[in-house]
């Protein structure tokens, strides 16, 4: 006597809806694309650690170190950095190249 598997229409569990939602979410980070920018070129010339920028751009240091990795961000974070590190909103192209993607 084998014994089956019933699959019901209820909706799924909690755990069920997180494991998708953590699935998803995997494979979104996964595709995150990446930009080469100057940002911590900049911060190492100017001798300002990662806390530093991040206190004067008024942004987290996760957000910083985010951002010198090459993630993509709002174009208020890059406007913020900029000022942080003395530069000007032209100086954006120098910084972060010429993606106009914001």
């Known amino acids: 006597m084998a014994i089956e598997a019933h699959k019901t ?3 799924p569990t909690s755990t069920e809806e997180a494991t998708t939602e953590q699935g998803s ?15 911590r070129k900049l911060r190492m010339e100017r001798m300002m650690s990662k ?23 709002r174009m208020d974070t890059k406007r913020k950095i900029l000022e942080a590190l003395g ?16």
């Open 9 to 11: 229409d209820a909706p």
């Open 25 to 39: 979410s995997h494979a979104r980070a996964r595709s995150v694309k990446k930009v080469k920018n100057n940002v």
């Open 51 to 73: 806390a530093e920028l991040a206190r004067r751009a008024g942004l987290s240091t996760l957000t910083v170190d985010r951002v010198e990795r090459g993630m993509s961000c």
């Open 87 to 102: 530069l000007k909103p032209q100086d954006r192209v120098m910084v972060f190249g010429d993606a106009e993607e914001d």
